[in-house]
């Protein structure tokens, strides 16, 4: 029932606004065609590699055959809300062995900055290792036949799913085996006798994988159009510690933050008072894979080569693990009935408030996809709607997702009309969707930006045939009086360029 309510926000709107998510829908579209369509196939080319990156590549595209593209990409997020929530309870019950309500506070951090970035590859990912972990808890002491086959499987679904999945299965497992060969140390005669061995082929074989994937090979040949041109990046970038926290407060963030401080009041609360009536604990033996999480977090670059908000991930994972690993067995009616009745009711609260704003926010996307049906058949689109932190850039503002994101909405033509757009997520290493030579070459708006330079536009009106922008951003120089405004809407504004 929780899972449904919190599914209805995603159900009531065309497109949900998740910053990356049309984008990564555009990519599921052009591998669903498979080359079919020649407008596509003249623009796109469909490469897979070894990439820990694929958990929606290979979920959604296989669903097309059933249900429209639209339609695979919410299943697509039912289907890591259902293991992220799934998740929580089953390694709860591993942990615990027995089950409880407690683990279902795990719904109050579905949506979270993670989430409203469109990271939903990752979530996915967290979702099958918060599953891997409980059944590693439940099999670690059975025979190495049947564990090391089992886990060899599981790592390496988690690899290819999102590599920070199989980071934390890792960093859990190998930490909580530790301790417990720490431990029984002086019982164990031999270190086989120990279940944590098991595990160590599985893991060897996903880290020989990442040896073999292109994801860290890549060179400035390879880097994504709006960076080309731009030194090799750093390695690793940090962040002050005030990022780090505004990370950890992302872990429950929506676009209502007083509701979100409420939450976390309420929540925060709870766990107090189950401290102060000593009923609220955490299992101990899996303080030190909490302890490990809670570290990596803190030290997590902020950028790794050319991916950025790195360091946002790790906290939802840290509050999700504590969560199964935590319980207050409530026995007496008279507090569980409250308590339930209370947090259900904040639960719906939240819910109708993001739902109320993504509706008001998918108004203006249908106004935009109707402007995008009105495009010709494989026509070329810049896009030069842009960040908010390429005008007020803060660390705050980085890892806050803009409330109604209209930076990727571009890709939804890709679905709708096949045409090129500027800004498709295509760079090797990292997707298997990349650029044909022939449109390789073309310009885009960030590269500029980048550099602070202006935009040449007389260059882009003979490479591309229609331009959209923001009407709250400005561009510098403005769009030229010569390009022809053909559609707009509240928020945006279509222009038809000089090329023929």
Known sequence: ????????????????????????????????????????????????????????????????????????????????????????MTLHAAL??????????????????????????????????????????????????????VFSLATTILFFSHLFAFGIFAMVILTYELAQWWNHRRETARTLETPGWKALPGIALALLLLTMAPTFKSNPDDYPLWLRGSPPPSAVTLSPLTVKLESLKGTIRTEHQGLDRVTAL???????????????????????PLVLVALAAAVMPSTIGTTALVDIRLPIALVLLTIASSDWPITRRRWLVPVALILSTLFVVRMTAITDHWRETDRHYTQFVQQLDRLPQGTRLLSAIMLASYYEWSPRASR???????????????????????????????????????????????????????????????????????????LTPPVPLTFIPVGSGDEFQFYRTERR
């Open 96 to 149: 615990h062995r027995r089950w409880s309500p407690w683990p279902l506070l795990a719904v109050f951090f579905l949506y979270n900055s993670v989430f409203l970035w469109g990271f939903l590859n990752y979530l996915f990912g967290l979702g099958l290792a918060l599953f891997a972990c409980a059944l590693w808890m439940i099999l670690r002491e059975r025979s190495a036949a049947l564990v090391i086959p």
């Open 400 to 474: 806050v997702p803009d409330p109604m994101p209209m930076v990727n909405l571009s890709c939804w033509g890709v679905i709708r009309r096949a045409v090129f757009v500027s800004n498709l997520f295509s760079a090797p290493g990292q997707q298997p969707v990349q650029l044909t030579p022939a449109v390789r070459p073309l310009l885009t708006v960030e590269e500029f930006l980048l550099h602070a330079a202006p935009i040449p536009w007389n260059l882009i009106s003979t490479q591309y045939d229609y331009v959209v922008v923001q009407r709250s951003q400005r």
């Open 266 to 288: 309420a929540l925060i609360g709870l766990a107090g008072i189950g401290l102060v009536l000593r009923q609220w604990y955490v299992v101990p033996s899996m303080y030190p």
């Open 1 to 88: 029932m929780l899972l449904g309510i919190a599914l209805i926000p995603v159900m009531l709107v065309r497109i949900p606004p998740l910053v990356d998510y049309p984008n990564h829908m555009a990519r599921m579209h052009i591998l669903a065609d498979a080359g079919k369509s020649p407008w596509l196939s003249q623009n796109y080319e469909i490469h897979w590699d070894i990439l820990p990156n694929l958990a929606m590549d290979m979920v959604v595209p296989p669903l097309t055959r059933f249900v429209s593209v639209e339609t695979a990409g919410k299943v697509f997020i039912g289907l890591t809300f259902a293991l992220l929530v799934g998740g929580v």
